[in-house]
């Protein structure tokens, strides 16, 4: 392999990486993604793919290794006692029966496959504790292994039983997915709509979003939602042996099932099932978006077994996108942080796979030459769970006659400047980087959640301070006071206080989370995160050329080239020093050591419970910079537990296999003195 190759894979694989991971936040914490489920898994894949063909490009911190997002700040952290996984996916009958052919060889059965089939539920997966019997705790799935604690807010819904019915052990936990029903769903909309708030995308990131909230909250969308409990984490009764019979004794406890779900004997009579399903799926009350395929008897389970991400024993069986026929109004362009103009069609309202549709991208001018669409066109959509529908065809035969091709602008519609179009480029650009909705979008983005994560800076404010010219570039954030905020709609001394405040708190944060606000192209928070690791500070990756940026482990050309592209342009700079005179600042990162490589290597570390002034993420990232590793279980190879306030079985666990314990101040003395 040539060098050249394999550095585009490296490149390939951190853009991938970086994408994914920008929109599992965007998923599972901001609750407003920005691709579809299919986008996504194509994105997936290409990246699984990459990893098997490049060993090298092997990551335990890929997205392809892990499961959801890391929870949100805001929230408890809560442990799952038994990790909570996410499912395989097949797309199509060919890839269910690989599955079965897989399982069937693996349980060396000769017969059929007895399984258990259920709909997927297009909610959000959480996990519910009962001690003797008394809810305890809810938590959210987060990365599969810690969660949020929402508790708090589960206690408003109604299908969550505060009390287990019957005879339950000690300690019980249930799984299941939260769902808001589709027509609460568009109530809910249009009163946002009503309000002036973002509309939520589908029903899964509402019932996500009404479980995170924060702040003021809304009790009425916490009693919208459904909750229907699919397994036991703990506590299932030795007697019961199947999936089915797991159903039952949570129905026995009071809680509610999903409909629709059965036991197949054999993989014909699951594609049958499923058709079945499929066909009533518009006419159900919630949300499904596939059949979950689950191996019935819980021995078979346990003897294949699961993988770090998802159980070999089950898949989910997806549903083809949803398609609707309807018209073009209009075909209108947007224009991206980094310039890229969108061609986006707005569409008659028409329901899709049970959610109001009106808006549907075209992608690029290829997209939309090749699919020829026009305004007042008839046009086929569809929507897989999805967010951003796309328009798949027009019907030409209903075309209008006189119908006009649609002419790409030539001009970006906000700023007016030529767009432009590189040779090696799907998008075309507005090149103007003064271009209001440039600013905006970079504005949005630096504001956000992975970025510095400024409260109360949202979009909406976002049009205001742009639009009225408060803002016109982005350091200009950091000068706004009260003075100049209460001069906005909407705005009250209240509010404009906070947003000062949460400013000010910005200005102190991360060189990742700083290199990330300012949007370098190709510069997402994975990459971020490995550029300030590597240079430790910004004045010496400011100074690095090409050659030297290449070198950092996870960067390849293309990211370099954008990287020093963008320092080397004296506006970049001139903006980079004015939010630091601004008071913009952050603490030096410890350069890394090369990957296993420092006083700590060899030591393997598992971590758990609240620890002392750090969160366990940040234990792990310092414990990694100085060669440690950090696992998920305590064995016989673990070198240390490091247990905080209310630490988990892990530390018994340490206990019986008489391996050192430390507490915070231990791991902190540990840390330092490696130095
Ligand atoms: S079983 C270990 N059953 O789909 C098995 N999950 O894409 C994992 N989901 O995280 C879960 N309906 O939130 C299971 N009947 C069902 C489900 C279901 C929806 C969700 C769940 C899971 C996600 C995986």
Known sequence: MTAATKGEAADRAAFLRDELNRHLRLYHVEDAPEISDAEYDRLFRELEELEAAHPELRDPESPTQRVGAPAADGFAEFAHVVPMLSLDNAMSEEELRSFDERVARELEREDRVEYRIEPKLDGAGIELVYEDGMLTVGATRGDGRVGEDVTANLRHSKSIPRKLAGKAPGSVSVRGEVVLPVARFEALNASRLERGLDPFANPRNAAAGS???LHDVDTDRLRALAFFAY?????????????????????????????????????????????????????????????????????????????????RWAIAFKFPPAQETTKVLGIEIQVG?????????????????????????????????RKDVRVGDTVVIQRAGDVIPQVVAVVKKKRKKGARRFRFPKKCPVCKSTAVRLEDEVVTRCPNLDCPAQLKNNLRHLAGRGALDIEGLGSKLVDQLVERGVVTRLSDVFRLDSEKLLELERMGEKSAANLVAAIEKAKSTTLARFLTALGIRHVGETVAELLARHFGD???????????????????????ESVAAFFADARNREEVKTMRELGVTWEK????APRGEGPLSGKVFVLTGTLDGMTRTEAKKRIEAHGGKVTGSVSKKTSYVVAGEDPGSKLAKARELEVEVLDSAGLEALLTDSR
């Open 211 to 213: 479980l995170r909230q």
């Open 231 to 311: 397994a036991v984490g703990e506590g299932l009764p030795a007697k019961v042996k199947t999936q089915d019979g797991a159903v039952a004794q949570l129905e026995k406890w009071g809680f509610a099932t999903s409909p629709h779900a059965s036991v197949c004997l054999g993989v014909d009579a699951v594609i049958e099932a499923h058709e079945a399903l499929l066909a009533k799926r518009d006419a159900l009350p919630i949300e499904i978006d596939g059949t979950v395929v689950k191996v019935n008897a819980l021995a078979d389970q346990a003897e294949l077994g699961t993988l770090s991400r998802a159980p």
């Open 337 to 369: 942080r980094t310039g890229a103009l969108t061609p986006v069609a707005k569409l008659e309202p028409v329901h899709v796979g049970g959610v109001t549709v009106s808006n549907a991208s075209l992608h690029n001018r290829d997209e939309i030459e």
């Open 538 to 560: 910004l004045d010496p990756l400011m100074a690095a050329d090409v050659e030297s940026l290449a070198a950092v482990e996870g960067v390849g050309p293309i990211i370099a």
């Open 589 to 592: 990162t410890e350069p890394a």
